[in-house]
Structure formats: C-alpha cells, structure tokens
C-alpha cells in the first residue's frame, strides 16, 4: 500500500512539472508581468510594460503600445491593439502563450 502511494505521489508531481512547463497559466495562473513578458516576445517589442484588468480580460502597455487582451484557462492569450504610440496605424491582433521563460522575465 505504501509503495502504491509513493508511485502515486511522484506520477502527481511529473504532471505538476510538466503541466508547469508546458502552460504553466493552467498552473500557476496570470500575472500581469508574465503576460505582458509574453506580448513582448510576440511583437518583438523593446520592453515588456505593464497589464492590468481582471482574470479574463486586461488591458496592457508594452513597449507603449496599448492592447486589449483576452485570457483563456490555459494561459494562451488574444491581443488586439487599441493604441499606437510607436506607429500611426494599427497593428494585426496577436495571440500566443504564457510560458515559463515570461514567468522568469527571460524574453
């Protein structure tokens, strides 16, 4: 019974790890800092900025853009650009992923 439960226990924390690395939103959740790391890489910005908002729907400043932004459970993410201080037209929208690299800041 004992030898089930260790195997048990380490099969949970594999899934945890993986899970973590793989879409670590699904684990940890969205910080704001995370996704805007995230937005960052997509648009190869200079710098990641700053998002604020609810779980579901934020608004974030990055690299002094404005994008509206929509989060789905997995930690993956829609953006469309709601204003351009970079460029005078609007940009595409722009999805992607929370991953651990934009947890660590490591764009």
């Known amino acids: 019974m004992g030898r089930l ?4 226990l380490v099969l949970i924390s594999l899934a945890a790890i993986v899970g973590l690395g793989l879409r670590p939103g699904t684990v940890i959740g969205v910080s ?3 996704l805007s790391e995230s937005i960052a890489r ?15 729907r934020r608004s974030c400043v ?3 853009d ?21 460029r005078g037209d609007s940009a595409a929208p722009t999805s992607g992923c929370v991953t651990v690299l934009d947890l660590a800041g490591i764009g």
Do not use: H, K, M, P
Not at 46 to 56: D, K, S, V
């Open 5 to 8: 439960l260790v195997i048990f």
């Open 32 to 34: 704001g800092g995370a």
């Open 42 to 56: 997509a648009t190869d910005a200079r710098e990641a900025g700053r998002c604020q908002g609810g779980e579901e």
């Open 62 to 64: 990055v690299d002094g």
């Open 66 to 86: 404005e994008y509206e932004v929509t989060i789905d459970d997995f930690g993956c993410w829609d953006a469309t650009e709601a204003r351009s201080r970079n």
